[in-house]
């Protein structure tokens, strides 16, 4: 199942040389822990860039955004393995 | 003979895998990468296991989901697609600079100057294939082709794919090409492999090789005649071409598949002015301004009609662009429902600026720039024509293009 929304989290993450891995993100009031992360790129909408992660949590698939301009972390899709 | 050394990498299903990449849950499944599932869009990649079920870029969704009823749909991203290839091209560049992007998915590397056998070839081959998987992810593989020259070192990657790599040498040359389909070359399209079929008999490498070079000049015109001359031989001297030795822009085009066919002119007109916006901005973007507009569209039973309009002068303007397609449409009777519409820039030349007859359309050129400043930094269409009030933005299209 894929639930698409833009909803601002909160993201735990660690800089690790020039590399930045999300470590976990809140959702509902609800801790994941990242399992790993499947891939990282870039977009522009407008002058302002944002990075994916797309992550796994247990058997699950989050796509977290970073949005540079303001900083804010948000959920770009969940997709439910269960 | 001079020493060279070609290597040819092609990343296997490139936007399906990307797509696995980034969602391991459709690892293992067959993929394909295409509009919304049940849209008449077609498929613009599948994965290696689609693959095995003869599911093909350019099917029909239809077509496909009959040849592989678990199929799964997934729609393009574009910007996942170019932000892995130029991660890619990064990692290329570390090993030469001699390289040269064939495609979104296709480079070709000359190593002639850092080898001095196939071997060191070999070795470098296999440290691109872990550098791609290290940096691009792990289910990401690439298949490579080794040989002295373009031709052949593209005909050695599609041999062993998926995670392929092969090598052609002295001593395997003849049996390769004696292997070899006359459409898996490079520039040997399934046309021209009909035309030496049906008009002369010929549907393999060995047949075209008995053939003198006189002969094939004369049956397919000096050009063709020689390049099939050396290509059934596995000659070419054609050299790997860095990006900054590219050509110049020779066309710009946009094009958008209806979600239904039409004979409604509103419909394609408000299309038609969100592509010329699209198209012209494009081209103010690289400060060219084109003289030719081709109008084209493709009707319901997939053949095609249009306009083409060469001006006095050179514009870039999206009202100027999209009132050449309005005249024109406007007179026109459809012959049958519209299911693309697209047009098409060319006779391009850079920074021409040509007073204009009327006060108004010289307000509209110094606006031009101002728009496009504001839409370059807050999106797309953020200011637009009043044409296109109602209209949301056309889904990005996916295809087999050269980024930039």
Same mark, same amino acid.
């Given at each position: 199942?894929?639930?698409?929304?833009?909803?601002?989290?909160?993201?735990?993450?660690?800089?690790?040389?020039?590399?930045?891995?999300?470590?976990?993100?809140?959702?509902?009031?609800?801790?994941?822990?990242?399992?790993?992360?499947?891939?990282?790129?870039?977009?522009?909408?407008?002058?302002?860039?944002?990075?994916?992660?797309?992550?796994?949590?247990?058997?699950?698939?989050?796509?977290?955004?970073?949005?540079?301009?303001?900083?804010?972390?948000?959920?770009?899709?969940?997709?439910?393995?269960? | $003979?001079?020493?060279? /050394?070609?290597?040819?990498?092609?990343?296997?299903?490139?936007?399906?895998?990307?797509?696995?990449?980034?969602?391991?849950?459709?690892? +293992?499944?067959?993929?394909?990468?295409?509009?919304?599932?049940?849209?008449?869009?077609?498929?613009?990649?599948?994965?290696?296991?689609?693959?095995?079920?003869?599911?093909?870029?350019? #099917?029909?969704?239809?077509?496909?989901?009959?040849?592989?009823?678990?199929?799964?749909?997934?729609?393009?991203? +574009?910007?996942?697609?170019?932000?892995?290839?130029?991660?890619?091209?990064?990692?290329?560049?570390?090993?030469?600079?001699?390289?040269?992007?064939?495609?979104?998915?296709?480079?070709?590397?000359?190593?002639?100057? /850092?080898?001095?056998?196939?071997?060191?070839?070999?070795?470098?081959?296999?440290?691109?294939?872990? $550098?791609?998987?290290?940096? =691009?992810?792990?289910?990401?593989?690439?298949?490579?082709?080794?040989?002295?020259?373009?031709?052949?070192?593209? =005909?050695?990657?599609?041999?062993?794919?998926?995670?392929?790599?092969?090598?052609?040498?002295?001593?395997?040359?003849?049996?390769? #090409?004696?292997?070899?389909?006359?459409?898996?070359?490079?520039?040997?399209?399934?046309?021209?492999?009909?035309? =030496?079929?049906?008009?002369?008999?010929?549907?393999?490498?060995?047949?075209?090789?008995?053939?003198?070079?006189?002969?094939?000049?004369?049956?397919?015109?000096?050009?063709?005649?020689?390049?099939?001359?050396?290509? /059934?031989?596995?000659?070419?001297?054609?050299? *790997?071409?860095?990006?900054? %030795?590219?050509?110049? *822009?020779?066309?710009?085009?946009?094009?958008?598949?209806?979600?239904? %066919?039409?004979?409604?002119?509103?419909?394609?007109?408000? *299309?038609? $002015?969100?592509? /010329?916006?699209? #198209?012209?901005?494009?081209?103010?973007?690289?400060? =060219?301004?084109?003289?030719?507009?081709?109008?084209?569209?493709?009707?319901?039973?997939?053949?095609?009609?249009?306009?083409?309009?060469?001006?006095?002068?050179?514009?870039?303007?999206?009202?100027?662009?999209?009132?050449?397609?309005?005249?024109? #449409? $406007?007179?026109? *009777?459809?012959?049958?429902?519209?299911?693309?519409?697209?047009?098409?820039?060319?006779?391009?030349?850079?920074?021409?600026?040509?007073?204009?007859?009327?006060?108004?359309?010289?307000?509209?050129?110094?606006?031009?720039?101002?728009?496009?400043?504001?839409? %370059?930094?807050?999106?797309?269409?953020?200011?637009?024509?009043?044409?296109?009030?109602?209209?949301?933005?056309?889904?990005?299209?996916?295809?087999?293009?050269?980024?930039?």
């Amino acid at each position: 199942m894929i639930e698409t929304e833009h909803k601002i989290i909160e993201v735990l993450v660690a800089f690790m040389r020039n590399k930045v891995m999300p470590l976990s993100f809140s959702l509902n009031n609800k801790k994941y822990a990242v399992n790993k992360v499947n891939m990282v790129y870039a977009t522009r909408v407008g002058r302002d860039k944002w990075y994916y992660f797309t992550v796994s949590s247990g058997d699950d698939i989050y796509k977290l955004g970073f949005d540079t301009e303001n900083s804010h972390w948000f959920l770009e899709a969940a997709y439910y393995n269960n | $003979m001079t020493w060279r /050394c070609i290597l040819h990498v092609d990343m296997d299903s490139f936007f399906a895998t990307a797509e696995q990449q980034a969602n391991p849950s459709l690892r +293992g499944k067959p993929v394909v990468v295409s509009g919304k599932e049940g849209s008449r869009s077609v498929i613009v990649a599948s994965s290696k296991e689609a693959k095995k079920f003869g599911v093909k870029t350019g #099917l029909l969704q239809h077509e496909a989901k009959k040849l592989c009823p678990q199929l799964i749909f997934v729609e393009p991203d +574009g910007s996942k697609y170019d932000f892995l290839h130029h991660q890619l091209v990064n990692l290329l560049k570390t090993v030469t600079d001699n390289v040269e992007v064939f495609s979104i998915d296709e480079a070709f590397l000359d190593l002639s100057d /850092c080898t001095q056998d196939f071997n060191q070839a070999e070795e470098i081959a296999s440290r691109i294939k872990s $550098m791609v998987s290290l940096d =691009l992810g792990e289910w990401v593989t690439c298949s490579i082709g080794i040989a002295k020259n373009k031709l052949l070192a593209k =005909l050695a990657s599609d041999i062993n794919k998926p995670d392929g790599l092969f090598i052609v040498d002295e001593k395997n040359i003849n049996q390769t #090409l004696f292997n070899s389909k006359l459409t898996d070359f490079c520039g040997l399209g399934p046309r021209t492999a009909k035309t =030496l079929d049906e008009s002369f008999g010929i549907d393999s490498i060995a047949k075209l090789r008995e053939l003198k070079l006189e002969k094939l000049n004369l049956l397919l015109g000096p050009a063709r005649g020689s390049f099939l001359y050396n290509l /059934c031989r596995g000659l070419d001297d054609t050299p *790997v071409i860095p990006d900054t %030795d590219k050509d110049e *822009v020779k066309s710009v085009s946009r094009s958008y598949t209806l979600p239904q %066919d039409t004979f409604n002119k509103d419909e394609i007109l408000v *299309v038609l $002015m969100h592509l /010329c916006e699209s #198209l012209a901005h494009e081209l103010r973007s690289k400060k =060219l301004s084109a003289k030719t507009i081709i109008v084209y569209l493709r009707y319901e039973d997939f053949t095609h009609g249009g306009f083409r309009l060469t001006l006095p002068g050179y514009i870039n303007d999206t009202y100027k662009i999209f009132m050449i397609g309005y005249n024109r #449409l $406007m007179k026109f *009777v459809l012959p049958k429902g519209v299911r693309l519409v697209g047009i098409y820039a060319t006779n391009l030349i850079t920074s021409f600026k040509q007073q204009n007859l009327f006060p108004f359309e010289n307000k509209l050129d110094q606006l031009a720039p101002f728009l496009d400043k504001i839409n %370059d930094t807050y999106g797309e269409l953020t200011i637009k024509p009043a044409f296109l009030l109602n209209l949301k933005r056309l889904r990005n299209k996916v295809g087999g293009f050269r980024p930039n």
